[in-house]
């Protein structure tokens, strides 16, 4: 197992140990600090007086935003083993935009998306950097900046023996997926849709982090794991060769997929970070954060709102 998904399990460790109480205790770390991810020459960005000027006044007091996530996302989030820095492509964005806005931006870690979403709703967060998926439902309590586009598909063992080439081929597997997300809502559909096809059920494990979920496959639990292609990539290729996707070039029961950040339904915040997301564009410093994480594939042209797809 690699270094790196060694320190990938133990973050999730500590997420596991702080989700016992009622609230899981928070992870605060700057974004103004060391890149670790493009050069921190390449993030450097010229502050937007105007930008600045359209922050909520209660950030412009404080100075600071804060973004919440849970740190077991990567290559977006990626939280330090000591249990007190995020890094990744979302935590570079977040230093580029800090400097745009001219405040800084604080992480704090939680235990799981249903925590980042109920505590950005009461006011305790600012926002989410994300990215987060971007569905209908989920708009009616939440605005989206939209600035990647994703993928849905498995993670398996090497050679693929339960031979998973869609959604449609997992009747009867256990497939892993994350607790809250959307990935569970649509194997949970296909579960049922088995059964209405006289097979077997799917057996869904659902699991609060990225890294317990690579973990159950790769121990034998589950046979396959079903989330956004970005992290299963990552996770695939520090396994080496012990796992690889499948599934790729299908819809597996999504539409066309975005993901984005995340603030409060009508927050002034929305259209802030829509601009600057914007300006990080058109001025090549998102391209070179994506590129450098391997994100190329995830690549949004122009960052929007809500932009989930509608049916009809």
Wanted: glycine share 10%; aromatic share 6%; proline share 5%.
């Amino acid at each position: 197992m690699s270094k790196r998904i060694v320190a990938a399990l133990a973050a999730a460790s500590v997420l596991t140990v702080a989700g016992c109480g009622a609230n899981p205790s928070e992870v605060d770390g700057g974004s103004g600090g060391k890149a670790q991810g493009a050069n921190a020459v390449d993030l450097k960005q010229t502050l937007n007086k105007d930008l600045n000027a359209k922050l909520p006044a209660k950030v412009k007091a404080a100075g600071k935003l804060i973004s919440v996530n849970n740190g077991s996302f990567p290559p977006y989030e990626i939280a330090g083993s000591d249990g007190k820095t995020l890094s990744g492509a979302s935590a570079d964005v977040a230093t580029a935009l800090s400097q745009i806005l001219g405040v800084k931006i604080e992480h704090a870690t939680v235990d799981g998306l249903p925590s980042e979403l109920s505590g950005i709703k009461a006011g305790r967060y600012d926002f989410a950097i994300g990215p987060i998926g971007d569905f209908p439902e989920r708009e009616t309590a939440n605005d989206f900046v939209d600035w990647v586009r994703e993928f849905v598909v498995f993670a398996v063992p090497q050679g693929n023996p339960r031979h998973i080439n869609s959604i449609t081929d997992t009747c009867g597997l256990r497939v892993a997926v994350m607790a809250g997300g959307s990935a569970e809502d649509v194997i949970k559909k296909q579960a049922q849709t088995c059964v209405q096809q006289k097979k077997p059920a799917v057996q869904v494990q659902s699991y609060k982090d990225q890294p317990t979920s690579i973990l159950a496959v790769r121990s034998g639990r589950a046979d396959a794991f079903f989330s956004s292609q970005a992290p299963l990539t990552y996770f695939v290729k520090e396994a080496g060769k012990a796992l690889e996707l499948a599934g790729t070039g299908k819809p597996n029961g999504f539409a066309d997929l975005y993901q984005g950040a995340v603030v409060a339904k009508g927050s002034p915040l929305r259209d802030v970070l829509l601009e600057a997301l914007r300006e990080l564009v058109s001025n090549g410093t998102y391209k070179k954060i994506m590129d450098k994480w391997g994100l190329s594939a995830n690549v949004l042209g122009k960052p929007g709102v809500n932009l989930a797809p509608r049916k009809g």
